[in-house]
């Protein structure tokens, strides 16, 4: 009788552990998407952590111009009591979210001391319906 309950409690533990690890996420689950997919669900990107503790985006302003390319201008403001050297660029979407292939180039920004200065990008044909503003740190 002793054989049968430990054998049936291994079991029941044997099938707990399984269960737990299927939540758990084991080694080929899938790791957190979202943290890796701001790009798509976000107007301003910071591409890396430093960069995130040291500017911000106070404020974006979005406008079609007469020929219906898309014109955003982003103020960037540095966050910090030091001077900061960014990159900023604009990846332009068409309406479901995609690049129009449009993507300028980085341009650098010098911030001083809690300095806030606005990027402006313009898109280079009327496909573009969304945008992502993306920041990084100098290179």
Do not use: W
């Amino acid at each position: 009788m002793n054989i049968k309950v430990s054998i049936s409690l291994l079991s029941i533990a044997a099938a707990a552990l399984m269960a737990a690890g299927c939540h758990s996420g084991g080694a080929y689950a899938p790791k957190n998407t979202t943290q890796y997919d701001l790009e798509n669900h976000l107007p301003f990107v910071d591409l890396d952590p430093v960069t995130q503790s040291q500017v911000t985006c106070s404020g974006v302003q979005v406008g079609s111009l007469p020929d219906g390319r898309l014109q955003v201008r982003a103020n960037i403001r540095n966050r910090v009591n030091k001077r900061v050297q960014v990159q900023v660029n604009c990846v332009f979407k068409d309406e479901q979210g995609f690049s129009t292939g449009d993507e300028t180039p980085f341009e650098t920004l010098t911030l001083t001391e809690n300095e806030q200065e606005t990027a402006s990008f313009t898109s280079m044909n009327n496909k573009a319906k969304g945008y992502t503003v993306r920041v990084r740190l100098m290179r």
